[in-house]
């Protein structure tokens, strides 16, 4: 998966992310009569001081920090199941040694029922990929609001020690 198509994965599980609220800005009050020049200059000091603790950057838009699993359906099974049923049912009537209309009835035995195994097996492998690319997104989408939450939490001690109520 390239780069760009990672990145708007992981915007789309941000944006779509369900506790979308425990990562909102914070609020910022002048506790100690902070002209609103000094405000910006302390956020600004304090913005580069979270970023550089907690290794996370707010201003960049987030990206996947591991590639996601395939997607590709598997295809197939139903096809598969049939040959291998139709093979299975030939050789099952020969060997019982009944007559051709035998051996075409256990033929077409095997094939209805290998198209059914093999369509189970194929849906089965679908749900699982589905259910890895699910387990994924939870995965990147906790690791986002970590580091988020890890940022502000600096962010916040920053400006509180310089002297602003922070909420």
Not at 39 to 61: H, L, R
Not at 77 to 105: P, Q
Request: hydrophobic letters at 35%; aromatic letters at 8%; one cysteine or more.
């Amino acid at each position: 998966m390239n780069v760009v198509h990672t990145t708007i994965v992981a915007l789309a599980l941000f944006l779509a992310a369900p506790n979308l609220g425990l990562c909102q800005d914070l609020m910022v009050y002048p506790a100690q009569g902070q002209t609103p020049e000094q405000t910006e200059k302390d956020k600004f000091e304090c913005y580069n001081w979270a970023k550089q603790q907690s290794g996370f950057d707010p201003m960049q838009i987030p990206t996947a920090t591991t590639a996601p699993p395939s997607t590709q359906a598997q295809s197939g099974g139903v096809a598969k199941g049939a040959l291998r049923g139709g093979a299975a049912g030939t050789v099952i009537g020969a060997a019982t040694g009944g007559s051709k209309n035998d051996l075409r009835r256990s033929a077409r035995i095997g094939i209805v029922g290998g198209a059914v195994a093999g369509g189970v097996r194929r849906s089965s492998a679908n749900k699982q990929k589905e259910a890895e690319r699910q387990q994924w997104e939870q995965q990147e989408s906790d690791k986002y609001f970590n580091q988020r939450n890890n940022y502000n939490r600096a962010y916040g001690a920053c400006l509180e020690g310089k002297g602003y109520t922070v909420k």
